[in-house]
């Protein structure tokens, strides 16, 4: 496994394969790897002859200095992981190789998808997340790209900026993995003390009961799922804890679903500050 930290060298590694007639799928990440991102780059090497990952925690987009500075970091473990996934290359690039300036004068921005959800709470993240991934599809040049839908707005977004950029990578969403209890694995799981992570089951719980119920009644509107998911969230959160947002939405645009129409086929996102650790998950309703 070739382990790569300079931009034109990684360029170099894709070029290469791509000249000998392989294709490439690319995972980036964050690090912290978990078996979230071991089931992306399984996914990936269905597809390809040649993985690479990335490792970049990404300094601009996180509007909170402190969320930066304990965002869990263990790259030995890491490149560990990912030795024994077979994978081809590691991409581990330093921030001033990125970022010249403290942040980039040009950006990528899709307001009518980045001013909802995460992007009213952190401001400029979505701009932070387009402007890495661009760059580095941009370097990988990538014939496949893969994505978790746990953060289903970030690959929303990056399909769209893939799709108005005629950027030549197909992106590729995979299911949620979760813990047994429903937990969406996370890097920030690492962060929850025993109590936090008892409560966080709080989430996927609250989800079910609104599955469960269109189960049992496929015209439950969503004015009744939003009501399910307020009622069960109030009653499992603790002092320590707070909700940044949550309700039902139209799978594209992001927009509330209207409250008098069917929830079938609308998503439900969530978003919680579980102690200090900021939680998110969302569920298709199907």
Known sequence: MLVIHKIQEISAYSKGTK??????????????????????????????????VSIFVNPLQFNDSEDLKNYPRNPERDLGLLR????????????????????????????????????????????GVLFIVHNLFQWVQPDFAFFGLKD?????????????????????????IREEDGLAMSSRNARLNNSERSRSTLIFQSMMLVQNA?????????????????????????AE?????????????????????????????????IGKVRLIDNLLLV
Do not use: W
Request: glycine share 6%; net charge negative; proline share 6%.
């Open 152 to 176: 289903y707005q970030q690959q929303l977004m990056i399909r769209k900026m893939v799709n108005d950029l005629a950027m030549p990578v197909e992106i590729f969403s995979i299911p949620t």
């Open 84 to 127: 024994e996934e077979d994978v081809d290359a590691v991409f581990m690039p330093e921030v001033r190789q990125i970022y010249t300036d403290e942040k980039p004068g040009t950006i990528i921005s899709n307001p009518g998808l980045a001013n909802k959800l995460c992007g009213i709470s952190r401001p400029g993240h979505f701009e």
């Open 19 to 52: 000249q000998a007639g392989l294709t490439v799928a690319f995972v980036p990440t964050m690090g912290y790897l978990h078996a979230g991102h071991i089931q992306l780059i399984r996914e990936a090497r269905k597809r390809a002859n040649r993985i690479i």
């Open 214 to 238: 269109i189960h049992e009644n496929k015209n439950l509107t969503n004015s009744d799922a939003f009501l399910i998911l307020h009622n069960s969230l109030h009653a499992g959160l603790s």
């Open 241 to 273: 804890d707070r909700i940044d947002y949550f309700g039902i939405y139209d799978p594209q645009t992001l927009e509330l679903a209207a409250a008098d129409k069917p929830a079938l086929g609308n998503l439900i996102a969530i978003a919680l500050y």
